[in-house]
């Protein structure tokens, strides 16, 4: 009895800044800046290597990224290329708790795909309208199902810049081929604020330890590299953009 081949997925990218204590955030109202410029355009780069970038609803809601590419220069080599300026956004949601206004659906030109839990469809569909296309990922949204969808939409390469209840759903699962954590040289040291992710079962522990593929400072701040399945390769995806005339990743 042959054994089924597994459904085709894209190629998964976490990224994440976090304190030396392994918070993403504090507790204050406003967003709490973990990198620097130089890191942020490392990040604009590796955005523009994608063909979408994945966020859950509460990071939409708390920090209203537009998730575009930044640099005109990335822009541009993406169009010449065939490509849209920027990667697909895409979001996943249980409640369908989005407001129209977010800048997830009003800023740029990309493709919006918003990924609901059965039971808020239709509510999410008539909340949108046409700013986004709703599909219905199952009761509870299942990240497996999401990445084969999106791999029938063409996606190759997804960035998943979290929170971080979204990429402790992806690295439970096992879906995750390589994360970027970027560690920031402070400690925030207030347990109401998020982690980097909570408590779990991961594929990766003292008897299974993940490898690190690159350590590099950038700046006041270090990125970790790490490869989490045999997909990921030794070469950056920022250095593999900017040999082939581009780069990418930004707010």
Same mark, same amino acid.
């Given at each position: 009895?042959?054994?089924?081949?597994?459904?085709?997925?894209?190629?998964?990218?976490?990224?994440?800044?976090?304190?030396?204590?392994?918070?993403?955030? $504090?507790?204050?109202?406003?967003?709490?800046? @973990?990198?620097?410029?130089?890191?942020?355009?490392?990040?604009?780069?590796?955005?523009?290597?994608?063909?979408?970038?994945?966020?859950?609803? /509460?990071?939409?809601?708390? $920090?209203?990224?537009?998730?575009?590419?930044?640099?005109?220069?990335?822009?541009?080599?993406?169009?010449?290329? /065939?490509?849209? !300026? &920027?990667?697909?956004?895409?979001?996943?949601?249980?409640?369908?708790?989005?407001?129209?206004?977010?800048?997830? *659906?009003?800023?740029?030109? &990309?493709?919006?795909?918003?990924?609901?839990?059965?039971?808020?469809?239709?509510?999410?569909?008539?909340?949108?309208?046409? @700013?986004?296309?709703?599909?219905?990922?199952? !009761?509870?949204?299942?990240?497996?199902? @999401?990445?084969?969808?999106?791999?029938?939409?063409?996606?190759?390469? @997804?960035?998943?810049?979290?929170?971080?209840?979204? #990429?402790?759903?992806?690295?439970?699962?096992?879906?995750?081929?390589?994360? #970027?954590?970027?560690?920031?040289? *402070?400690?925030?040291? $207030?347990?109401?604020?998020?982690?980097?992710?909570?408590?779990?079962?991961?594929?990766? #522990?003292?008897?299974?330890?993940?490898?690190?593929?690159?350590?590099?400072?950038?700046?006041?701040?270090?990125?970790?590299?790490?490869?989490?399945?045999?997909?990921?390769?030794?070469?950056?995806? $920022?250095?593999?953009?900017?040999?082939?005339?581009?780069?990418? #990743? /930004?707010?």
């Amino acid at each position: 009895m042959s054994c089924r081949p597994e459904p085709p997925r894209p190629y998964v990218l976490l990224s994440c800044a976090a304190s030396i204590d392994g918070y993403i955030d $504090d507790a204050s109202e406003q967003r709490l800046l @973990l990198s620097n410029d130089d890191d942020l355009d490392r990040v604009d780069a590796v955005r523009a290597s994608c063909d979408a970038i994945l966020v859950g609803a /509460g990071t939409v809601r708390r $920090d209203d990224p537009r998730l575009l590419v930044r640099s005109p220069s990335r822009r541009a080599e993406r169009a010449a290329s /065939g490509r849209p !300026e &920027s990667p697909t956004k895409v979001t996943l949601t249980a409640q369908g708790d989005l407001d129209p206004t977010a800048r997830f *659906f009003t800023a740029g030109d &990309s493709t919006r795909l918003v990924y609901c839990a059965t039971d808020a469809v239709e509510k999410t569909r008539e909340r949108l309208g046409r @700013l986004a296309t709703v599909i219905d990922a199952g !009761e509870p949204v299942d990240p497996g199902w @999401l990445l084969t969808d999106l791999a029938a939409r063409g996606v190759q390469r @997804l960035m998943v810049e979290g929170g971080g209840t979204v #990429h402790a759903q992806f690295l439970a699962a096992g879906l995750a081929d390589e994360l #970027h954590l970027v560690v920031a040289p *402070f400690f925030v040291g $207030d347990g109401r604020a998020p982690r980097f992710v909570g408590e779990g079962r991961f594929p990766w #522990h003292p008897g299974r330890r993940a490898r690190l593929a690159e350590a590099r400072q950038i700046g006041d701040v270090v990125l970790l590299r790490y490869a989490l399945s045999a997909r990921c390769t030794d070469v950056p995806p $920022d250095s593999a953009a900017d040999e082939a005339g581009g780069s990418t #990743h /930004g707010g």
